[in-house]
């Protein structure tokens, strides 16, 4: 986004504290530069042979216009000069009319280059990056603007291909107000790049965007924004992260991952994402005015979490977070005494200021990530025992409804963090006192949706810290000089931020809010009728099966979100005779389905339900309620690389298959694993052979939290007789397991389960006979996975 | 120093770039000053309780004056504060007539305080700090000033006795125009700390100082200036060094090592200093326009030595540096693979451009440190094989006129470095060919006493790389710009930049050029008269010894510099009958003995030579020619933290005692040894039962280079018959051993010596009967010190 004079707009923090007025003059801005570059050589372009001669010949302030429709295989190479009062821009005809699809990418290479109003979708990059501010190493780009569009499910093929979607390199770059969504690859969305001179120090802005959802990956390398590695953690990045919205962004435990110095993130709003804003290499970050809103049940929904020195987290607004440990609302690490430079160094310098905490969960934890208990199983370099020094927390006020028992947790000692002038008023709930944490009595208003303030001036004054002169706004821009309020704004703030208004960030043209159309059900009778409506139905609609058999010689394919279902389940029997290692339901990226009350056998050679085994590019769902499934090599078998975020069998028998429910593919032990919920609830497993339950995850990353295998009232009769492991229940890397209320009778095996004390793994109420036992071992031998 | 205005004078590179001038400025500045204070309130002080009086009650624009004479047991706390406009001083009466003694300190704490004109002698700081500027955690300096000053021989009395003789904190702090000399115990001289964010972007300059003789210390932390250290690496730290002379700092092998980011060292002259200017932790460092001279023949003196990320050398000129790998001119060190915190990060970005280098032995070395072949007996995380990248040579100039047969050595590949318009004139002489590196003739001129510059215009213009706008001037200040020259400087050079023009650095009152007086010879006949005379003799003196018999009753106390020596060896015999366990001539600090043609006799309990066993505050030194010692416990007894930067036996018998030479208690294993260079020349070593020759250095540290140990053309009789160790000569953990042209006869022994292949140990030509073997090991085992 420009400005009328051409320039790009640079984000001062200023700007962002009045969105509204901000967003107006952007608009206005557009629609200025619109008109200005007509003055200018205007080139409409058809074909990309079109649009490669107006590349070569582009002057600057001449404006190259993409003609509406699908550029379909189109690697958009965009070289060329512009200058500061003239770049030269890309834009399509019509913002949003303008789709590249296929094998395709745009790359910037130059000065001053503006691309605008493009929607990349159904498809995906040859290369490493969807968009690129390089050519290649000789050709990088610098102030150039990368604005008005939209990235959406463009994937490559296989999860574990890797690739970025935005790829900062040179300085100067800008990504903003575009939308993105659907990222389930391997990689972050947006990566900036410092490696090498001529990209650090560059003051990039990601600014305006809506990220949209981003759906758990199952597995690292799924953040949002990651801003450098840890190779390049020495260097000054200054990269700007501001006024941002946050939808979704479930991708990994760290939504943003800053790994260089000197970056600053004001002003963005992180709303329903599972992750946080994670300082995970580099130091000296700024993390002013941003707002993390959760609910009160989602422990997923993270806060802040620290590791290096000299950060600044101020002026932070925290709603209903709960989260725990690394997910909590301001989570401090420990780190490695003389840390290697691809792990934890330790926290030092941070000042922690003018923050409000409202009805989140132990919003304050130190000494996160301690691991002091497990160094027998881990090297030395591993061990996480250097505290956090020479730290401040000041200023800041918590308040919590019903009363938090723990608003500090010290997983590891504080004893290098001073606390100053806060405040919490704990509704009388008794708490360890800490010198520094007041407990005040004072009520908040709603000033907006989740936004609450005290309604009154607060008798504790603000502390006057080394360097809080700095701190000299709110979080909404107001002055504090003279001011000695405490918490993320002065007194009384009654101003609506609008946070969640969309229209303030991403396209002028997108929207990602999509009315709900109302399903329609198919009814159908027979196997070819179930295949055409299959084909045929919409998103989310409804097929209904009659009772009777039906004989499936082929796969279904899904494709779509699909519910398949009877109202008589004994005598709606679904008969698969298709060949060999074929499933009855083949899932398709997308295809998410929803099977109820219908029987489904197979000649035992075959599976019932199925990934697809290659080019799975997206995600699958699976929902098995009130089925009997039998006479299957495999009731499930989900292959590599394939992820889907929920499968559940509930009220269901499976019976006389050689194999259960298999996700164990991901043998790389990349830390990887096929969902994130596996939910088995009141079934029943009866002749069984092997991989009953088999749900893998390898390799040791600290930081990963999932997957998540809950098992419950469920039998299990005869089940493991040729499990080569000699366990029931193959849990292996996974860090949440509830097996309870379960019986085990008279199965084969040397154990029902091996579980991970170390790791949120638990057992209760079960009954085994004859079934081996359920041990726990503290700590597993994990393979390191750097 | 300050200015007219009162304000402290800032550094900038332009000001260096004419330093006469500069100079003049500075001392102009320091009259105007002077005369301005007297419109303020001056306040003559003569005891510590007037000076504490007088600093409660200084005002900005006040001066207290210390009046003349000496200061004993003095710990001066100025905690004041001044303005930027009127700052306030305190100062000598007269500079330089100020003698600050005893145990004493200097601490500044508050804001524009400036202490101009002390003199540190005959003392010791109670404290970690001689001059700190900071009093307490809660008042650190800030924009305070030490200058015009000397510290001279202010060390603690025991060598293991850490501190600094001046100690930065807070920011904007200077230290100018000061003379320093002779730290001998453990810790740099000037130490820049950065813990806490009170003390980051500091911009401290240390500038126009005299850094004088700095002995070699014998282990690490000798360093004249440390900056920061491994666990503020990340901070940044912008540090200013600029127009120093360093003469002799030949502490240990860094006589600066740069631990943080953003520092700059412009226009510093190294001379005969034994060490070189590191960039051992932090980032992005300038090292530009320096001078390192060297004399062609000592492989001691240094240059430039590089690790970590992003630095720039730039227009620095380097003669007659001949020292090798790490000591060599420009050492670009391999780095561990994600290393720890405090060991070897890996180069990248390194750009070294517009150099000169005359006459200097292999002046480029890579993969300096490279120690791949030892992964066997050191830990994975000790190994370094990470090579530099993405890294610039560009526009040097290699002159040397007798030619070099490898100006670049690759101790690991250098395939991450490019070389781009680089010259060398190698007289005809063979090199390996670089792609960058051009051979071609051309010829210099001396434009001053060590500084060469091409005469002529050379036919290769320099390579633009990125970012090379910012070397806009050369050497000596002129502009680049619109010159295509390569090199320090643009062609022609004809300026004398008077680099060793002693009046431009240190005070204006303090020269450490004394004109040497011409010996004072002494006769004696008779013990007595042999004591008073070494009582009476000035340092340098003679006593000549008649031939006679000495009764010497107790130790002769050796303080100063003295020669004592006879004509007649066989009749001049020094009988000692002191107590046991003493010595015939026992070693001050300051002591250095030359000892000539005498017979030493001991009654088998005493010492022929030791030093003092407690507050050994500096080094000693002892010459023995053509000497015969027999019948002592010790021949030679150095205790722990007793220092000799030599200590030579030549043309010399010892005989029938129970140990022989014995430098081996630093068995902290911290790196420290006993003397630099330990050198037996021509010597009969008969019936020495053990401890003939034990020389230790404990402690494995890659970077220190000493001690020195050389044996040859002597003889070993019958020795070593109740050595322990089963080894004749122990040189364990001694870096530089050569054993050449000697006999061993009949020494009832194992090995007559164990030496480390790895290191620089080696023997030839000697003849070995009957007395075990000299046995190589390649890689010792030693404890690591981190």
């Known amino acids: ?65 993409l003609k509406n429709g699908i550029w379909e295989d189109s690697e958009l190479l965009f070289a060329a000069e512009g200058t500061d009062e003239k770049p030269i821009t890309l834009r399509a005809e019509t913002p949003g009319k303008v789709f590249i699809e296929g094998v395709s990418s745009l790359k910037f290479g130059g000065n001053y280059l503006v691309v605008d109003g493009l929607h990349f979708r159904n498809g995906y990059s040859p290369t490493e990056a969807v968009v690129e501010f390089r050519v290649d190493d000789n050709n990088i780009a610098n102030h150039c603007t990368f604005t008005n569009s939209v990235i959406e499910d463009f994937n490559k093929m296989q999860r574990d291909d890797s690739d970025l979607w935005v790829l900062f390199r040179g300085r100067h770059n800008t990504m903003s107000n575009c939308y993105i969504e659907g990222k389930t690859n391997r990689g972050p969305t947006v990566r900036v790049d410092i490696a090498g001179r001529e990209s650090i120090n560059n003051y990039h802005q990601i600014i305006n965007n809506h990220f949209g959802p981003r759906p758990t990956k199952g597995g690292a390398s799924g953040e949002t924004i990651q801003i450098g590695d840890s190779y390049t953690s020495m260097s000054p990045s200054y990269t700007m992260v501001a006024n941002n919205l946050f939808e979704k962004c479930n991708g990994e435990v760290e939504i943003i991952s800053s790994k260089t110095n000197f970056n600053e ?77 691809n792990r934890y160094n330790q926290v030092t310098d941070l000042v922690v200021a003018y923050n409000t905490y409202i009805n989140c969960a132990s919003p304050w ?5 301690s691991n002091i208990s497990q160094k027998d199983v881990l090297p030395l370099s591993e061990i996480r025992s250097a505290r956090p020094i020479r730290s401040l927390v000041a200023n800041n006020i918590i308040y919590n409804e019903n009363g938090d028992p723990s608003p500090i947790i010290e997983h590891d000692e504080a004893d290098g963090v001073t606390f100053k002038s ?73 101003k609506d931020p609008m946070i969640l208004d969309k229209t303030k960030y991403g396209t002028n043209w997108y929207s990602n809010e999509v009315e709900a159309n109302d399903p329609t059900t198919h009814t159908v009778s027979n196997a070819d009728e179930l295949r055409i409506k299959i084909n045929e139905a919409e998103n989310g609609d409804i097929i209904k099966l009659k009772a009777g058999n039906y004989a499936i010689e082929t796969s279904l394919q899904i494709h779509k979100r699909l519910n398949i279902l009877s109202d008589d389940k004994l005598n709606t029997i679904l ?51 009130d089925c009997a499934i039998s006479d299957f090599n495999y009731a499930l078998k989900v292959y590599k690389e394939s992820f889907a975020e929920r499968i559940t069998f509930q009220d269901t028998a499976i019976s006389d298959c050689t194999n259960g429910l298999e996700l164990s593919e991901e043998t790389d032990d990349k830390g990887d694993y096929n969902t994130e919920y596996l939910t088995i609830k ?52 996974i860090i949440n397991v509830a097996i309870s209320e379960n019986t085990f009778k008279d199965n084969p095996v040397k154990l029902v389960a091996l579980l991970w004390g170390a790791k949120n793994n638990s057992h209760s109420n079960n009954q085994i006979t004859n079934s081996g036992e359920i041990k726990v071992e503290e700590n597993l031998k994990l393979k390191l996975m750097y």
Chains 1, 2 share one sequence.
């Open 1 to 65: 986004m420009v400005n009328q004079s051409g320039k790009p707009i640079i984000f001062s923090s200023d700007m962002t504290r009045n969105f509204r007025s901000f967003f107006a003059f952007i608009l206005m801005s557009y629609l200025l530069i619109s008109c200005n570059t007509t003055s200018n050589n205007s080139t409409l372009v058809e074909t990309i042979i079109e649009f490669n001669e107006a590349v070569a010949n582009a002057k600057p302030g001449d404006a190259i216009i």
């Open 265 to 341: 993130f004001r002003n963005n709003v992180f709303y329903q994402s599972e992750g946080s804003l994670v300082t995970r290499h580099g130091n000296y970050v700024t993390i002013d005015g941003n707002y993390f809103i959760g609910d009160g049940v989602n422990e997923n929904y993270g806060g802040i979490r620290i590791i290096n020195t000299g950060h600044t987290v101020t002026n932070n607004y925290f709603y209903s977070i709960i989260g725990k440990n690394f997910r909590s609302p301001l989570a401090v690490m420990n780190g490695i005494p003389k840390s290697p430079l």
């Open 365 to 369: 934890q130190f000494g996160v990530g």
């Open 422 to 494: 806060n405040v919490i008023n704990n509704h009388g709930l008794a708490f360890k006192a800490y010198d520094g944490l007041e407990n005040l009595d004072f009520q908040v208003q709603e000033i907006a949706p989740y936004i609450f303030m005290p309604s009154e001036t607060l008798k504790i004054k603000a502390y006057q810290g080394f360097g809080f002169d700095e701190f000299s706004k709110d979080i909404f821009g107001n002055s504090r000089k003279n001011d000695t309020s405490i918490g993320a704004s002065v007194n009384p703030a009654a």
């Open 575 to 625: 008969t698969y005779s298709g060949a060999e290692n074929t499933a009855l339901f083949e899932l398709h990226p997308k295809g998410f389905l929803n099977l109820k009350s219908v029987v489904l056998k197979g000649n035992s050679s075959q599976y019932a339900f199925s990934s697809i085994n290659k080019n799975m590019f997206t995600h699958f769902g699976l929902t098995v309620l």
């Open 682 to 733: 009141n079934c029943d497993f009866s002749n069984v052979n092997r991989n009953v339950i088999d749900y893998y995850r390898g390799g040791y990353d600290e930081s990963t939290i999932g997957g998540n295998l809950l098992v419950t009232n469920s039998n299990f009769t005869n089940c493991g007789g040729k499990e080569e492991t000699g366990i029931l229940i193959n849990t292996r890397g």
